[in-house]
């Protein structure tokens, strides 16, 4: 069972210094070292292979992958001034993974900072694997060549499904509890070597970012001032005045 | 002329609230492009609800998906893809949901084109539609010009607001068949999890917990905070239920309960979107966040940049001096 987890590094803070594994991609690293794990138990091989994409600095993320359990690690190197969609990091991992015959992909639903959720189906699309998302449990049988996946539909209603493998899932947070990287492992991952390869062609963009601008106000937010305490005396005025106190 | 096309939703009960949220987008589109607007339906064949949708006014296509048995990404993709083809729709209207989320981008990438996704808002450029989708956590909106066609609009639930339905001349429906023929995913059924939101759907107050609570064992203060107002209840954002913190029934957002309850208090919560579809329907919204930019105040009535549990203790001692 060869599989892999694209992982991404995400601002922590919105200044940037403090930088971390995007919260979802945790996930799904879980489940993808849950899965090796049962693999292993049942006497049958089973790998799990991590990349990312991102600036210098961003293979810290694949560092702690090694920590956790991941057995190689990848770190496409982008240039920090480029900023594509979804659509442009799925063309890079699909094109770096090429010939890399994996059995599962696993990412997290979306990543913290531009909330997409497109580059886990449209890699699936690219490799052509079939493709769930939203996942919030898994079962395979070790050696059978189907994963049974639930995917989080509204209303707390799930959508059962059996995909043929190889395939694509996005894993949904709360589907189980990432481990922390255990001591020995960190020590084991800083004499693993991490394969770095630069970008050279950037696929084209689907779309282009004009400008940012502050969203609109779909209520009136007054903003109260004064104290803590002048603001806690307003709140109780109204609430009285509504009635709700 | 290309249309625009909208995907529209739908489960066993029939259509989803949601797609009038799509019909809203696609006529603003519209409005703007000069196009015209056909509804999809994919499905099993349902001349009932093709009816329904062709009856406000807009050309529906029954799409029939033979051999599909429930929803099913690779049927979706494979039947969407012939139709839009034939049809070359300029932009293809979607729900940000499970369900478009599911098969969108996919089937972008296969007509050649691109998706945008969480799209809550257009704006009017020279160039053509700019769409707008949050970024760093709601704090701001990115403007995205779609350089490939067509382009998926998926479309953040509760961002467009349904317009009073005046009266239209019924449209025509088209009927038509698609045959599936994948393998690669077998549709095992629906589960329902859990009988969620009860608690949330009775309570006249929700006082919301998010990230900004810190510590587990500051629920505590929380639920005491609750205690202060009758009939009320602890509600949650997302993270705080994936952590184990609170139950799932509690979870307040898209994935969670839709609520509307007289006064939602929303505490330490940075106003995802996800989020916010959640508590849109509430009568009076206040917030309460140390951050001054957090997205959540652009949607509440009332805003306090505070210190939580500074401002918990102020409120408590306000109560006990006017019982």
């Given at each position: 069972?060869?599989?892999l987890?694209c992982?991404?590094?995400?601002?922590e803070?919105?200044?940037?210094h403090?930088?971390?594994?995007n919260?979802?991609?945790e996930?799904a690293?879980?489940e993808a070292?849950?899965i090796?794990e049962r693999f292993?138990e049942?006497?049958?091989?089973?790998?799990?292979?991590?990349i990312?994409?991102?600036p210098?600095?961003?293979?810290?993320?694949?560092?702690?992958a090694?920590g956790?359990g991941a057995?190689n690690?990848?770190?496409?190197?982008?240039?920090?001034?480029q900023?594509?969609?979804?659509a442009v990091?799925?063309g890079?991992?699909?094109g770096?993974?090429k010939?890399c015959?994996?059995?599962?992909?696993v990412?997290?639903i979306?990543s913290?900072?531009?909330m997409e959720?497109?580059?886990g189906?449209?890699?699936a699309?690219?490799?052509g694997?079939?493709?769930a998302?939203g996942?919030v449990?898994?079962?395979l049988?070790?050696?059978?060549?189907?994963?049974?996946?639930e995917?989080?539909?509204e209303?707390?209603?799930?959508?059962?499904?059996?995909m043929?493998?190889p395939?694509?899932?996005t894993v949904?947070?709360?589907?189980?509890?990432?481990?922390?990287?255990?001591?020995?492992?960190v020590?084991?991952a800083a004499?693993?070597?991490?394969?770095?390869l630069?970008?050279?062609a950037v696929?084209?963009?689907?779309q282009?970012?004009v400008r940012?601008?502050?969203?609109?106000?779909?209520?009136s937010?007054r903003?109260l001032?004064g104290?803590v305490?002048?603001?806690?005396?307003a709140l109780?005025?109204?609430?009285?005045?509504r009635g709700i106190? | 002329?290309?249309?625009i096309a909208?995907v529209?939703?739908?489960?066993?009960g029939g259509?989803?609230?949601?797609?009038h949220?799509l019909l809203?987008?696609?006529?603003?589109?519209?409005d703007?492009?000069q196009?015209?607007?056909?509804?999809?339906?994919?499905g099993?064949?349902?001349p009932?609800?093709?009816?329904?949708i062709?009856?406000l006014?807009i050309?529906t296509?029954d799409?029939a998906?033979?051999g599909m048995?429930?929803?099913n990404s690779?049927a979706?993709?494979?039947a969407?893809?012939q139709?839009?083809?034939?049809?070359?729709?300029?932009y293809?209207?979607?729900?940000?949901?499970?369900t478009?989320?599911?098969?969108?981008p996919?089937l972008g990438?296969?007509l050649?084109g691109?998706?945008?996704?969480?799209v809550?808002?257009?704006?009017?450029?020279?160039?053509?539609?700019?769409?707008?989708?949050?970024?760093?956590?709601?704090v701001k909106?990115?403007?995205?010009r779609?350089?490939?066609?067509p382009?998926?609009?998926?479309?953040?639930?509760g961002?467009?607001?349904?317009?009073g339905?005046s009266?239209a001349?019924p449209?025509?429906v088209?009927?038509m068949d698609?045959?599936?023929t994948?393998?690669t995913?077998q549709p095992?059924?629906?589960k329902?999890?859990?009988t969620?939101g009860e608690?949330?759907?009775?309570?006249?107050?929700?006082?919301?917990a998010?990230?900004?609570?810190?510590?587990?064992?500051n629920?505590?203060i929380?639920?005491?905070?609750?205690?202060?107002?009758p009939?009320?209840?602890?509600?949650?954002s997302?993270?705080?239920?994936?952590?184990?913190?609170?139950e799932?029934?509690f979870?307040?957002?898209?994935?969670?309960?839709?609520?509307?309850?007289k006064?939602?208090?929303?505490?330490?919560i940075?106003g995802s979107?996800?989020?916010?579809?959640g508590?849109?329907g509430?009568?009076l919204?206040?917030s309460?966040?140390?951050?001054?930019n957090?997205?959540?105040?652009n949607?509440?009535?009332?805003?306090?940049?505070?210190d939580?549990f500074?401002f918990?203790?102020?409120?408590?001692r306000?109560?006990q001096?006017h019982p």
């Amino acid at each position: 069972m060869k599989i892999l987890v694209c992982i991404k590094q995400v601002n922590e803070t919105p200044d940037g210094h403090t930088q971390a594994m995007n919260r979802f991609d945790e996930y799904a690293l879980e489940e993808a070292l849950c899965i090796k794990e049962r693999f292993k138990e049942a006497g049958l091989d089973g790998g799990v292979d991590v990349i990312t994409l991102g600036p210098e600095g961003a293979e810290t993320v694949v560092k702690r992958a090694f920590g956790m359990g991941a057995d190689n690690g990848c770190h496409l190197v982008s240039d920090p001034k480029q900023n594509g969609s979804s659509a442009v990091t799925a063309g890079l991992i699909a094109g770096a993974v090429k010939g890399c015959a994996y059995d599962l992909v696993v990412t997290g639903i979306m990543s913290q900072d531009r909330m997409e959720g497109q580059t886990g189906p449209i890699l699936a699309e690219l490799m052509g694997l079939a493709c769930a998302t939203g996942v919030v449990a898994t079962s395979l049988v070790p050696g059978a060549a189907v994963i049974e996946v639930e995917r989080e539909m509204e209303k707390g209603e799930r959508d059962c499904l059996a995909m043929t493998l190889p395939a694509l899932i996005t894993v949904q947070a709360g589907i189980n509890s990432p481990r922390y990287p255990s001591l020995s492992k960190v020590l084991k991952a800083a004499k693993k070597t991490i394969k770095t390869l630069a970008v050279e062609a950037v696929p084209a963009d689907t779309q282009t970012l004009v400008r940012l601008e502050a969203p609109l106000k779909s209520r009136s937010g007054r903003v109260l001032g004064g104290t803590v305490d002048d603001k806690a005396v307003a709140l109780f005025d109204l609430l009285r005045e509504r009635g709700i106190l | 002329m290309r249309p625009i096309a909208v995907v529209v939703e739908h489960d066993a009960g029939g259509i989803i609230p949601v797609t009038h949220e799509l019909l809203a987008c696609a006529r603003i589109l519209a409005d703007q492009t000069q196009s015209s607007i056909v509804a999809v339906i994919p499905g099993k064949g349902d001349p009932a609800m093709a009816k329904q949708i062709a009856d406000l006014g807009i050309e529906t296509v029954d799409l029939a998906i033979i051999g599909m048995d429930g929803y099913n990404s690779e049927a979706y993709k494979g039947a969407l893809f012939q139709l839009f083809t034939t049809l070359a729709p300029l932009y293809i209207i979607v729900g940000h949901t499970a369900t478009g989320r599911d098969f969108a981008p996919g089937l972008g990438v296969r007509l050649g084109g691109g998706s945008i996704a969480g799209v809550n808002h257009i704006v009017s450029d020279q160039t053509g539609p700019l769409f707008s989708r949050p970024v760093l956590n709601g704090v701001k909106n990115a403007l995205v010009r779609p350089d490939a066609s067509p382009c998926i609009i998926m479309v953040q639930p509760g961002a467009f607001r349904v317009q009073g339905t005046s009266f239209a001349c019924p449209a025509r429906v088209t009927a038509m068949d698609i045959r599936f023929t994948g393998g690669t995913i077998q549709p095992l059924g629906i589960k329902t999890v859990t009988t969620q939101g009860e608690d949330l759907d009775q309570a006249a107050v929700i006082v919301a917990a998010g990230r900004g609570l810190g510590e587990r064992e500051n629920l505590d203060i929380l639920e005491r905070f609750a205690a202060l107002f009758p009939n009320s209840v602890v509600g949650a954002s997302r993270p705080l239920v994936d952590d184990g913190w609170i139950e799932y029934r509690f979870q307040v957002g898209i994935t969670g309960a839709r609520v509307s309850p007289k006064l939602y208090i929303a505490c330490g919560i940075s106003g995802s979107s996800q989020h916010l579809a959640g508590i849109l329907g509430s009568e009076l919204i206040v917030s309460v966040n140390s951050d001054p930019n957090a997205a959540i105040f652009n949607h509440s009535d009332l805003c306090i940049v505070a210190d939580l549990f500074e401002f918990i203790s102020a409120f408590e001692r306000i109560l006990q001096r006017h019982p």
